[in-house]
Nanobody
Framework: QEQLVESGGGLVQAGGSLRVSCAAS????????MGWFRQAPGKEREFLGA????????SYADSVKSRFTISRDNAKNTVYLQMNSLNPEDTAVYYC?????????????????WGQGTQVTVSS
């Protein structure tokens, strides 16, 4: 399995943008569908989106599809989550995760490996 490490979280004002990254340390990164999730205090982990092996296809949750974009660079073993027009409801710990299989699976239990998460806080 890949070892995943997120970075780039922090504090941002409402209306701002932030890009978080997830670096993988294994040699099989390009074989994984990569997904992004988030979890706010007291809430379940929420699927945000996923990207296919070569990055040609993405799938997004309706709640973020107009504001968030996922991309990947397999040469750098890294997947990115670009977040625009952030609002305080986007405050959460953001996780990347990897799986082998369908791009369209949105359940956390379908993902095989996870990062430790990075905190994103949006101030009003």
């Amino acid at each position: 399995q890949e070892q995943l490490v997120e970075s780039g979280g922090g504090l941002v004002q409402a209306g701002g943008s932030l890009r978080v990254s997830c670096a993988a340390s294994g040699r099989t990164f390009s074989r994984y569908i990569m997904g992004w999730f988030r979890q706010a205090p007291g809430k379940e982990r929420e699927f945000l989106g996923a990207i296919s092996y070569l990055g040609g296809s993405q799938s997004y949750a309706d709640s973020v599809k107009s504001r968030f974009t996922i991309s990947r660079d397999n040469a750098k073993n890294t997947v990115y989550l670009q977040m625009n027009s952030l609002n305080p409801e986007d405050t959460a710990v953001y996780y990347c995760a990897g799986r082998v299989g369908s791009l369209h699976s949105r359940s956390p239990s379908d993902y095989d490996c996870w990062g430790q998460g990075t905190q994103v806080t949006v101030s009003s």
